[in-house]
């Protein structure tokens, strides 16, 4: 089973992510499953939970696709 492929750099884009969170983000970007990623990163699957809450707390994102758009800068405020 493929996990971690490569790294994140989210310093070009507009979101915050820690070390963590962008890891969770790359997965879920790829279109792992909540249990999947939390297999992969060896945490339990309410940590991937709690992960993309702060994720989006943190760059005032309602939901993961809102997050999305902000990385890929297509999202209008």
Do not use: Q, W
Request: charged share 25%; hydrophobic share 35%.
């Amino acid at each position: 089973m493929r996990c971690i492929g490569e790294m994140m750099d989210c310093s070009k884009h507009s979101i915050k992510l820690t070390p963590r969170g962008a890891e969770v983000f790359r997965l879920s970007l790829d279109g792992f499953s909540t249990t999947r990623i939390a297999r992969c990163l060896k945490i339990t699957r309410s940590g991937v939970r709690r992960h993309r809450e702060k994720m989006l707390m943190v760059n005032g994102c309602n939901s993961i696709l809102e997050l999305v758009a902000k990385y890929y800068g297509t999202y209008a405020e």
